[in-house]
């Protein structure tokens, strides 16, 4: 079972941010967030991941919660092509496989 | 830089068939892991090569098999098809020492179709 909980789906406007959150409460002290989308019959795409501290590249940012029990991926102007399911993982560098979730489908409206 | 390419895009096969679909990882990554897609659900683990052995597998019958060449590049392949085959099945590619969260990349997909 996956280790995260994210809401089914959300929506937002084109150019405002979209804020998705996740939950993963049962994390442990070696595991990182990892983020992925997949857009409609194409491979996940990586998005972002985080151990503990906030981050940030190109396409999006990262926060982790100071218990690192949830954390939120920001899209910070969001796009027509952001739609997509995104999905939210925790996975430690021992670990061989990605356990996907049911993720969040997320909706960006013009 | 070529990323994680998968082959073919797109193949339709009759059931009771064999398939081949074939992977090269990103370069620099000596690992590479199978996944399913069935419609509407999530990627399943399929299994993970690694120095050209079978290292870890999921919940997949013995139909489902593979291989790893010297060059990372790997094979899947899926013997006796059945109609519940159908699915997107995606390539992942990454180091097997995993360090820092090192990131796992993915390629687009092979969708096959079993009639």
């Known amino acids: 079972d996956a280790k995260t909980t994210q809401p089914p789906s959300m929506d937002c406007a084109e150019g405002r941010a979209a804020n998705l959150p996740c939950n993963h409460s049962?994390?442990?002290?070696?595991?990182?967030v990892y983020w992925y989308r997949q857009i409609h019959s194409q491979g996940p795409q990586y998005i972002i991941h985080?151990?503990?501290n906030n981050e940030t590249n190109e396409m999006a940012s990262l926060i982790i919660t100071e218990d690192r029990k949830s954390s939120t991926l920001i899209l910070p102007h969001a796009t027509l092509r952001d739609t997509a399911v995104y999905y939210c993982i925790v996975i430690g560098d021992s670990s061989y496989k990605l356990i996907f979730g049911s993720g969040t489908r997320l909706l960006v409206r013009p | 830089d070529a990323g994680v390419t998968q082959s073919p895009t797109h193949l339709i096969k009759t059931r009771g068939q064999q398939v081949t679909l074939r992977c090269s990882p990103k370069s620099g990554h000596d690992t590479v892991s199978w996944y399913q897609q069935a419609l509407g659900q999530g990627p399943q683990f399929i299994f993970q090569y690694y120095e050209e052995e079978e290292r870890q597998r999921g919940n997949f019958p013995d139909r489902f098999s593979g291989h790893q060449y010297p060059n990372y590049s790997s094979e899947l392949n899926v013997n006796a098809l059945l109609l519940g085959d159908s699915a997107l099945y995606l390539c992942a590619s990454s180091t097997y020492y995993r360090v820092s969260g090192n990131t796992i990349y993915f390629g687009e997909g092979s969708w096959l179709t079993v009639v």
């Open positions: 049962t994390i442990s002290g070696n595991e990182y």
């Open positions: 985080g151990l503990k």
